[in-house]
């Protein structure tokens, strides 16, 4: 029953998208053409929290979204948004939007992974100081690098001496 009621919702929810988009086609039609590269990014795109295609997203938003303001100005018409689109230009402005979302993307995931490498690298320096103090305080059977025997204790020279 609760299954029938998510369909019937779903199914109005799109009816009602599907009327709206041909209700302002100009608009449907400016912002379907204007981010391809978006929705080129959601299927290329494979993590799980789909950053690289937010990033686009938004940047591709941002260039498309002067050429929307122009379509409602001038008229909202469909030859209109037709002859926005058929301008190469206004094209290429659309898509660099989403080039520089991807450079965005691409340019903080290298200064991220760096920036982690070196907190790592600083924490693994401070990890190796303090086991040095630990071994100095307590002595060389707290570093883990003398062998023991199978109960626990440390394998003197005595011992291998004892047991050939």
Same mark, same amino acid.
């Not at 919702?9 to 009816?15: E, G, P, V």
């Not at 997203?57 to 058929?86: G, T, Y």
């Not at 995931?109 to 907190?119: D, F, H, Y």
């Not at 707290?142 to 001496?161: A, H, Q, R, W």
């Given at each position: 029953? =609760?299954?029938?009621?998510?369909?019937?919702?779903?199914?109005?929810?799109?009816?009602?998208?599907?009327?709206?988009?041909?209700?302002?086609?100009?608009?449907? %039609?400016?912002?379907?053409?204007?981010?391809?590269?978006?929705?080129?990014?959601?299927? =290329?795109?494979?993590?799980? *929290?789909?950053?690289?295609?937010?990033?686009?997203? &938004?940047?591709? &938003?941002?260039?498309?979204? $002067?050429?929307?303001?122009?379509?409602?100005?001038?008229?909202? /018409?469909?030859?209109?948004?037709? *002859?926005?689109? +058929?301008?190469?230009?206004?094209?290429?402005?659309?898509?660099?939007?989403?080039?520089?979302?991807?450079?965005?993307?691409?340019?903080?995931?290298?200064? %991220?992974?760096?920036?982690?490498? #070196?907190?790592?690298?600083?924490?693994?320096? #401070?990890?190796? /100081? %303090?086991? *040095?103090?630990?071994?100095?305080?307590?002595?060389?059977?707290?570093?883990?690098? %003398?062998? +023991?025997? $199978? &109960?626990? &204790?440390?394998?003197?020279?005595?011992?291998?001496?004892?047991?050939?």
């Amino acid at each position: 029953m =609760v299954k029938k009621k998510k369909s019937v919702k779903s199914r109005i929810l799109l009816a009602g998208f599907f009327v709206t988009s041909i209700a302002i086609l100009p608009t449907t %039609i400016l912002f379907f053409f204007g981010m391809l590269p978006s929705v080129v990014a959601r299927f =290329v795109d494979r993590s799980k *929290q789909k950053t690289q295609t937010l990033t686009i997203s &938004f940047m591709n &938003f941002a260039a498309v979204f $002067p050429f929307w303001f122009q379509l409602i100005q001038r008229e909202h /018409k469909l030859d209109e948004s037709l *002859q926005i689109l +058929l301008n190469p230009m206004n094209i290429i402005i659309m898509f660099s939007g989403a080039l520089m979302g991807y450079l965005i993307d691409w340019a903080l995931s290298g200064i %991220i992974a760096t920036m982690m490498v #070196q907190k790592g690298h600083a924490r693994l320096k #401070q990890i190796r /100081k %303090i086991q *040095q103090e630990l071994i100095n305080r307590w002595g060389e059977e707290v570093s883990g690098e %003398i062998p +023991l025997d $199978p &109960f626990g &204790f440390p394998i003197t020279k005595e011992k291998n001496e004892q047991n050939p």
